[in-house]
T-cell receptor
Framework: AQSVAQPEDQVNVAEGNPLTVKCTYS??????LFWYVQYPNRGLQFLLK??????LVKGSYGFEAEFNKSQTSFHLKKPSALVSDSALYFC???????????FGTGTRLLVSP | EAQVTQNPRYLITVTGKKLTVTCSQN?????MSWYRQDPGLGLRQIYY???????DKGDVPEGYKVSRKEKRNFPLILESPSPNQTSLYFC????????????FGQGTRLTVV
């Protein structure tokens, strides 16, 4: 069965510092991996995805994520955090044989001025 | 503008009173699904639909019904709501192709008293 783990409920970072939001996954084969962001009172917005190819994928708002097959991880990163990045971030995985998207429990990112 | 529209955004109802949450997408997506979001549990899939007249259960289907009579619409029906169905609900849609990201509605916050 597919599963996603986001080990941190909350990540705190100062504005201007680099940020990392962690995600590990478990699927039976090669995965499709996604990051979504949820701002207060809003739906989920797609940030980026890994399908195949380069292990470092770039997405919206300056975010990037690194796919590591040996560690089954897909950590979200940004070189310099902004206060406006404060939101709830979800990692999701889709097994290549299925349409179902399985989400992690979410990580709240708090960027302080 | 490409979007997924849910209505209503907020709903307070009483136990046992049937309700329907509507979902409509304007992107001609084949795949649609419903999720509920609860603190500490992330998003869990309730039902999904691969195309018109094709629906199937997700991880937490008990107490819910869906229908897909038209490609653009995927309503969520609670025949007899109970307090444990108090949650934040999201509708999502995507193309039925591997690796495509999902688009989410703004969410419906349901309270059952």
């Amino acid at each position: 069965a597919q599963s996603v783990a986001q080990p941190e409920d909350q990540v705190n970072v100062a504005e201007g510092n680099p940020l990392t939001v962690k995600c590990t996954y478990s699927v039976s084969g090669n995965p499709y991996l996604f990051w979504y962001v949820q701002y207060p009172n809003r739906g989920l917005q797609f940030l980026l995805k890994y399908i195949t190819g380069d292990n470092l994928v770039k997405g919206s708002y300056g975010f990037e994520a690194e796919f590591n097959k040996s560690q089954t991880s897909f950590h979200l990163k940004k070189p310099s955090a902004l206060v406006s990045d404060s939101a709830l971030y979800f990692c999701a995985v889709r097994d290549r044989g299925f349409q179902k998207l399985v989400f992690g429990t979410g990580t709240r990112l708090l960027v302080s001025p | 503008e490409a979007q997924v529209t849910q209505n209503p955004r907020y709903l307070i109802t009483v136990t046992g009173k049937k309700l329907t949450v509507t979902c409509s997408q304007n992107m001609n997506h084949e795949y649609m699904s419903w999720y509920r979001q609860d603190p500490g549990l992330g998003l869990r899939q309730i039902y999904y639909s691969m195309n018109v007249e094709v629906t199937d259960k997700g991880d937490v289907p008990e107490g819910y019904k869906v229908s897909r009579k038209e490609k653009r619409n995927f309503p969520l029906i609670l025949e007899s709501p109970s307090p444990n169905q108090t949650s934040l609900y999201f509708c999502a849609s995507s193309y039925d192709r591997q690796g495509t990201e999902a688009f989410f509605g703004q969410g419906t916050r349901l309270t059952v008293v």
